[in-house]
């Protein structure tokens, strides 16, 4: 994933974010930011059985959220490894491509222990596409919280996509992608580019 060659600074502590960005207990909402949910919601007045499975599934998906969260808090890569699937696709903000839940487990429990330790995911905005009775689009807006910290600093801030799929009923992660929201990267560049090794005025 690429963490060990972005771990300076608060910047490692985007990497990650993905779908495990806390749902619930994990992580408390940054202040001045409520989160918001834009999960599908059943329409008013009768309810069919199609509006009884989604509710089910995304009940489900909250829960695989859950599980995510829960393990990177507790630093176990093996659990959190075990929400994708067996081929799924991890692409984090440096372009670092692992590929398998099991080459996911063993690469996050690297990290959870090194730069990761002590951290917690944290969703600001979520949105939640049920394309079809398997198959779920998810976009997510949010930070990693360093030990004891309540408030999303700009420079973890990210956004994220996740394709979900449901299979023998059991809901997992089957792609991800992280990216760090505009602005961060622009600004690390240009305080890279102004120190004395690049030839520019020394940044503060």
């Known amino acids: 994933m690429g963490i060990h060659r972005f771990a300076r600074g608060a910047a490692c502590l985007a990497v990650m974010g993905g779908l ?3 749902l619930g207990g994990a992580a408390m909402p940054a202040a001045g ?3 918001t949910g834009g999960a599908l919601s059943a329409p008013s007045g009768s309810r069919s059985a199609g509006t009884d499975r989604a509710d089910t599934d995304l009940a489900a998906l909250a829960q695989l959220w859950n599980r995510q969260a829960d393990a990177w808090a507790k630093g176990d890569g093996n ?6 699937t067996k081929d799924a696709d991890f692409v984090n903000v440096t372009g670092e491509h692992l590929r398998g839940g099991p080459e996911i487990a063993v690469a996050f429990q690297g990290y959870l ?5 002590n951290t917690r ?5 979520e949105k939640i596409q049920l394309l079809s009775p398997t198959l779920a689009f998810i976009v997510r807006k949010g930070c990693v919280f360093s030990d004891t910290a309540k408030v999303c600093r700009p420079n973890t801030l990210s956004m994220n996509t996740s394709i979900v799929v449901k299979d ?8 991800f992608h ?4 505009a602005g961060w990267v622009e600004q690390r560049a240009a305080k890279k580019s ?3 090794a690049a030839g520019g005025l020394p940044s503060r």
């Open 178 to 181: 992280n990216t760090l929201i």
């Open 20 to 22: 495990g960005m806390a």
């Open 113 to 117: 222990n090194a730069q990761l330790k």
């Open 194 to 196: 102004a120190s004395p």
């Open 33 to 35: 930011v409520a989160p």
């Open 79 to 84: 659990a959190y490894g075990a929400t994708y």
């Open 121 to 125: 995911i944290h969703t600001l905005e």
């Open 168 to 175: 023998s009923g059991r809901w997992l992660v089957r792609s």
